[in-house]
Every structure is written in C-alpha cells, then in structure tokens.
C-alpha cells in the first residue's frame, strides 16, 4: 500500500523564526521521535516544494503493506494530534493499494 499527502503550512507557520518552527516540530509535537516508531513497517519520502513555487509546501510518500495500515492510520493520528499540525492550512490523502 502507499500514500501521497501533499501538505501546506499556514502563512503563520512560515512567519515564524526558524528556531521557533524547529522547537515545535522537534521539542513540542516530537515529530521526528513519534515517526521513528514507526520504521521500518512504514518507509516514508518527503519532498520539499515551497522555495520551488509549488501549491504544497511538502509532498510525502508513504509506503507499506497492507497488514500495516493500521499503524499508518495510527501513525497519522498522532501527527494530526500534534501543535505542529495546527499550522497545516491544507493537505489531501491520497491511498493507493497495488493488485496483482
């Protein structure tokens, strides 16, 4: 199974100075941290686009098997739940799963 999830941050998120956006995504929403409990069952990508003038800012990739989804749900859950993701203007989830 897969995943793509573009992702805007708000206007609010970017007027922040850099160490204050680095603070909440590391110290405050433990991004990085909750991710790692994840790996390997679930192997991710991420593409930046914002300085490239792209409608997202990031563009991730998500791939897993299908008797881990639950955990990417999970996964997801504790992601959306965080401060970090109160700046998230927008974000489309998109699932994939190959057959055959």
């Known amino acids: ?4 999830i573009p992702i805007k941050k708000s206007a609010a ?5 850099h160490d204050e956006r680095r603070a909440i ?3 405050r929403s433990h991004h990085i941290a909750a991710s790692l409990a994840y790996l ?4 991710r990508r991420l ?3 914002r300085d490239l003038g792209e409608p997202f800012d990031f563009i991730t ?3 897993f098997a299908p008797g881990d989804a639950g955990a990417f749900d999970e ?5 959306r739940a965080t401060e970090e993701w109160s700046f ?3 974000e489309v989830d998109i699932r994939l799963l190959r057959v055959g």
């Open 1 to 4: 199974m897969a995943a793509l």
């Open 13 to 17: 998120w970017w007027a922040l100075p």
């Open 25 to 27: 995504f590391e110290e």
């Open 40 to 43: 390997p069952r679930i192997a």
């Open 47 to 49: 593409h930046h686009g």
């Open 61 to 63: 990739w998500f791939e």
């Open 75 to 79: 996964l997801c859950g504790l992601l």
């Open 88 to 90: 998230v203007e927008r």
